[in-house]
Nanobody, 115 residues
């Protein structure tokens, strides 16, 4: 069964850190870029960070310098290290992969940043 399973969310104070993980089925992880999106209540989904199969990365302007995306190809897992968290980072963080033109989504992990 093809799946993406996120973990690592929680409640943190502003200025704190969290590390999110997304475990993916090997069939959709290998050779494909992986992305983290987030969606806050009442807001549109936003692309936060992406990493290619080769390790090249890009970030939304709002998280540059604070978030780092990485991948462990041996574990079929992508990570999002989030530092200096702000209340506006509060959202459901969802992992995404595209394989053979098909979008796959996890259910997300909730991040809440208190001020």
């Amino acid at each position: 069964q093809v799946q993406l399973v996120e973990s690592g969310g929680g409640l943190v104070q502003a200025g704190g850190s969290l590390r999110l993980s997304c475990a993916a089925s090997r069939s959709i992880f290998n050779g494909n870029p992986m992305r983290w999106y987030r969606q806050a209540p009442g807001e549109q989904r936003e692309l936060v960070a992406a990493i290619t199969a080769g390790g090249s990365t890009n970030y939304a302007d709002s998280v540059k310098g604070r978030f780092t995306i990485s991948r462990d190809n041996a574990k079929n897992t992508v990570y999002l290290q989030m530092n200096v968290l702000k209340p506006e980072d509060t959202a459901n963080y969802v992992c995404n992969a595209v394989s053979f033109g098909i979008n796959y989504w996890g259910k997300g992990t909730l991040v809440t940043v208190s001020s």
